[in-house]
């Protein structure tokens, strides 16, 4: 079983940067492929992000590729999205998950690969 808490997001002006937190409880954090979504209001959760086990190698929606970077540290359990060059489009609530059946996070950009979730943070965009 492994328990996500998010932190971080907030109200940014277009253009600015928030950077997003998630630390897992749990043992087996460090075997799992980590992945972060998005939902806006009225739309289904999309696909943002994911990270391989070591960190080694990631994969970005088109939509996010040159202005978000996902990565990890094992040591502390956590996955972090840093978010740049926002866009009011990015508005939506944003959910990181652990997929513990993903050896590779290029396969895994829908959410049926993930079985824990943490409980979403807003990132609001002005413009």
């Known amino acids: 079983q492994v328990q996500l808490v998010q932190s971080g997001g907030g109200l940014v002006q277009a253009g600015g940067s928030l950077i997003l937190s998630c630390a897992a409880s749990?043992?087996?954090?460090?075997?799992?492929?980590m992945g972060w979504f998005n939902q806006a209001p009225g739309k289904e959760r999309e696909f943002v992000a994911a990270?391989?086990?070591?960190?080694?190698?990631?994969y970005y929606a088109d939509s996010v590729k040159g202005r978000f970077t996902i990565s990890r540290d094992n040591a502390k359990s956590t996955v972090y999205l840093q978010m740049n060059s926002l866009k009011p489009g990015d508005t939506a609530v944003y959910l990181c998950a652990a997929a513990p059946l993903c050896d590779d996070p290029s396969t895994c950009a829908t959410e049926v690969w993930y079985d824990y979730w943490g409980q979403g943070t807003q990132v609001t965009v002005s413009s």
């Open positions: 990270i391989s086990w070591s960190g080694g190698s990631t």
């Open positions: 749990g043992r087996a954090f460090s075997n799992y492929v």
